[in-house]
């Protein structure tokens, strides 16, 4: 059985950092891809950021590329997100998302999904 464990939320203030981490277990996802999405009240669900796991190749969203790092730790088999200068904007659930196999910035093509974390920047 897939987990998807997403942890680091918080509240924090604008321009503070903060960073996020996703482990996944139950099977192997060396040539998937896993990602970042976050989801705001009233708002869709949208793509923040993604990463192959073979070859590493990162991919951001517009609103969040120069801020945000995301990362990988293949001994703890964990994805991070390292995001930095916050804003209120940034607020919203952030859910990580795995066994992505084409489009990464697609939510329907992860089957894997953590529960979310609450990221809150308040002004």
């Known amino acids: 059985q897939v987990q998807v464990v997403e942890s680091g939320g918080g509240l924090v203030q604008t321009g503070d950092s903060l960073t996020l981490s996703c482990t996944a277990s139950?099977?192997?996802?060396?040539?998937?891809?896993m990602a970042w999405f976050r989801q705001a009240p009233g708002k869709e669900r949208e793509f923040v950021a993604a990463v192959r796991w073979v070859g590493g190749v990162p991919y951001y969203a517009d609103s969040v590329k120069g801020r945000f790092t995301i990362s990988r730790d293949f001994a703890k088999n964990t994805l991070l997100l390292q995001m930095n200068s916050l804003t209120p904007e940034d607020t919203a659930v952030y859910y990580c998302?795995?066994?992505?196999?084409?489009?990464?910035?697609?939510?329907?093509?992860?089957?894997?999904w953590g529960q979310g974390t609450q990221v809150t920047v308040s002004s």
């Open positions: 998302a795995a066994g992505g196999q084409f489009s990464v910035r697609t939510p329907a093509d992860y089957p894997y």
């Open positions: 139950g099977r192997t996802f060396s040539s998937d891809s």
